[in-house]
């Protein structure tokens, strides 16, 4: 296999192999990948940089399981002293009441998997947010936090998803995907749902009509054959359903978790996977660096490297990736400063809604 023999099959428009894409995390020059996945984008998206404006809120950091990577969780026994939150749904109103109407579009709700909660909390949740801003997009419930509903209330998948689309739920976040490959998933992600349940989960969301997105967490134990087969398996489920909006490579951060001997990949390693990311899911539509977890710069870097997607305005909502280590200790960036920094890449910034389309 050659460089050039990957770059015929680009430039005739065919699809990239498994072989192909590791060859080019361990063979080809960053220079070569950059050129290649930013003519993708631009191919894709022209100049337009996508962003939103969005708030998250985390329920709860009590969880059943405790991922090895994780630094944001606590057991369900633990207590404010120990760093565990327990929201009510009086601090969610308290916190959709800053927002007047008209300065949000997205409530992104993903949290712990508390060991009480079935599919009757998230629905309330749901309802409770509908009720106090109907206007507003709900993403909500990793595929764990769903898988673990519907075990909890005794329901099927579908039924579980049926039951919080009907409360109010708009789309699925990416979150909980991790690293599909078995081996890998069982060292830093313990018992939690399989890869072919979060692969189910999504793909009944998008049968009901429900559109979501996908994650990969990269830059621990797992291989570069792990990366590819993670984004096959996703590439595959795209070719059935074409309910995947973005997909969001998320760089696993090493502070106060339990893999914490483990260096952080380097800049350049990021900028190989969103780049072989692009070129290799031809089918989901958009890519995006999360600007929380990568940092301001560097997202801002990545938008040479096949990204058109920067996330939102967060306003320092989220504490997942500050609690790992993220330079971003309060993210929060207002609509103007997002417009600025895209526009100094020389991208055209574009505001969107939760599901890709201009505001
Ligand atoms: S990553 Fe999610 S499921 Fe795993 S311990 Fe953290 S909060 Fe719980």
């Not at 327990?86 to 308290?94: P, R």
């Not at 040479?304 to 609690?323: A, E, N, P, Q, R």
Request: hydrophobic content about 35%; aromatic content about 8%; proline content about 5%.
């Amino acid at each position: 296999m050659t460089l050039e023999s990957i770059d015929r099959a680009l430039t005739s428009g065919q699809r990239l192999t498994r072989e192909q894409a590791v060859h080019l995390f361990r063979e080809a020059p960053l220079e070569w990948l950059r050129e290649r996945a930013d003519a993708r984008r631009r191919a894709l998206h022209g100049d337009a940089a996508f962003y939103n404006r969005n708030i998250h809120f985390e329920p709860t950091n009590k969880c059943v399981y405790a991922c090895r990577f994780c630094a944001f969780a606590r057991r369900p026994d633990q207590t404010e002293s120990d760093g565990a939150w327990d929201h009510s749904f009086d601090d969610l109103g308290a916190l959709l009441d800053r927002y007047p109407p008209g300065t949000l579009t997205e409530v992104h709700i993903t949290g712990g998997v508390h060991p009480d909660r079935g599919v009757e909390y998230g629905e309330a949740l749901c309802r409770f947010v509908r009720s106090r801003r109907p206007e507003v997009h709900i993403k909500a419930f990793t595929a764990v936090e769903i898988s673990f509903f519907a075990r909890k209330s005794g329901l099927n998948l579908e039924q579980t998803l049926e039951r919080l689309r009907d409360a109010g739920l708009d789309s699925l976040p990416g979150g909980g995907a991790e690293i599909f490959a078995p081996e890998v998933r069982r060292k830093i992600a313990g018992g939690k749902a399989p890869a072919h349940q979060w692969l189910d989960i999504h793909e009944a969301a998008h049968r009901l009509g429900l559109k979501s997105n996908a994650t990969m967490l990269y830059g621990h134990v797992e291989s570069h054959e792990d990366r590819v087969d993670h984004m096959e398996r996703l590439r595959e489920l795209q070719d059935r359903t074409r309910g995947f909006m973005s997909f969001i490579p998320l760089r696993y951060r090493n502070e106060n978790n339990a893999l914490s001997h483990l260096p952080e990949v380097p800049p350049d390693e990021d900028f190989r996977t969103f780049a072989v990311a692009r070129l290799f899911l031809d089918n989901i539509p958009h890519l995006k660096a999360y600007w929380v977890m990568l940092g301001v710069s560097q997202a801002c870097q990545a938008l040479h490297w096949g990204v058109d997607d920067l996330d939102g305005t967060v306003d320092d909502s989220t504490k997942i990736y500050s609690m790992a280590g993220a330079e971003e200790k309060i993210p929060a960036l207002s609509s103007t400063r997002l417009q600025e920094i895209i526009l100094a890449q020389g991208r055209n910034p574009v505001e969107r809604n939760s599901l890709y389309r201009p505001v």
